[in-house]
C-alpha cells in the first residue's frame, strides 16, 4: 500500500479512478468484492446506497482502517427495473432495445468510511434521455466490452454518447462517480480544501 496516499477507493473502475484525479485527491486503489445483489424489500434508492456503503466499509476494514475509505455505486432505473451490468451480450442488447427513444434514470452513490461510526453518504440522481438508436448500430456495439461491465449496458463517454438527446443532472455521475457529492463528502471529512 502507498503511505503517501490520502483515502482508499474501493473499486476497479478505471472510470472512478479517472474521476477522483479531477478532485487532485491522492488514493489507492482496493477493489472491494461484496454481494451486489438485490434485496427483495429495497427500493433503488436504499439499494444503491447499501452497495456505496457497503464497498466503503469493506475497503476500510480490508485497509485495516489505516484511511478513509470510498465506496460508489452506479444503477440504472427504467420503469421501476434496475437495469444493472448485463451478464451477457443478449442482455446488453435487451437493454439499449428498451432504453432506445426513452428517459432513464441513474442513481449514483458514494460513501465515505472515516471511522466505524463515521460514514458519510451522497446520493445523485441524474435523468438522460436517449434518441433512437438502431438496432444494427445495438447489435454491433454489443459485440465490444464496453457495454458488459457498465449498469445499463451503455457508458456515457464511450459509444452510446452519440444517442444521448438529453442530460439532466450530473455527467460524472453517469459515469459512475458523482463529483459534487464526492467532493462534498471529502470535505464534510476535511480530505479537501
Known amino acids: 500500500m502507498n503511505s503517501s496516499s490520502l483515502i482508499l477507493l474501493a473499486?476497479?473502475?478505471?472510470?472512478?479512478?479517472e474521476l477522483l484525479r479531477q478532485?487532485?485527491?491522492?488514493?489507492?486503489?482496493?477493489?472491494?468484492?461484496?454481494?451486489?445483489?438485490?434485496?427483495?424489500t429495497e427500493t433503488p434508492r436504499e439499494h444503491v446506497v447499501r452497495l456505496a456503503r457497503e464497498k466503503a466499509l469493506a475497503g476500510f476494514e480490508q485497509n485495516l482502517g489505516l484511511m478513509p475509505a470510498l465506496g460508489s455505486d452506479t444503477i440504472v432505473l427504467l420503469d421501476g427495473d434496475i437495469l444493472g451490468k448485463p451478464a451477457t451480450r443478449p442482455e446488453a442488447e435487451a437493454m439499449l432495445q428498451r432504453l432506445s427513444g426513452q428517459t432513464h434514470h441513474v442513481y449514483s452513490a458514494v460513501a465515505l468510511v472515516v471511522n466505524?461510526?463515521?460514514?458519510?453518504e451522497a446520493l445523485n440522481i441524474t435523468a438522460v434521455t436517449f434518441g433512437d438508436m438502431p438496432g444494427d448500430w445495438i447489435r454491433e456495439y454489443c459485440r465490444g466490452e464496453e457495454p458488459m461491465d457498465k449498469a445499463g449496458g451503455y457508458a456515457v463517454q464511450g459509444g452510446?454518447?452519440?444517442?444521448?438527446?438529453?442530460?439532466?443532472?450530473?455527467?460524472?455521475?453517469?459515469?459512475?462517480?458523482?463529483?459534487?457529492?464526492t467532493a462534498?463528502?471529502?470535505?464534510?471529512?476535511?480530505?479537501?480544501a
Open 160 to 181: 452510446a454518447g452519440q444517442f444521448i438527446r438529453r442530460i439532466d443532472g450530473s455527467y460524472s455521475g453517469v459515469m459512475g462517480l458523482p463529483l459534487f457529492e
Open 23 to 40: 478532485l487532485d485527491v491522492r488514493f489507492t486503489v482496493a477493489p472491494a468484492n461484496i454481494d451486489e445483489s438485490i434485496i427483495e
Open 116 to 120: 466505524p461510526e463515521k460514514v458519510l
Open 184 to 192: 462534498q463528502l471529502l470535505r464534510e471529512a476535511e480530505l479537501l
Open 11 to 17: 473499486s476497479a473502475s478505471p472510470r472512478r479512478q
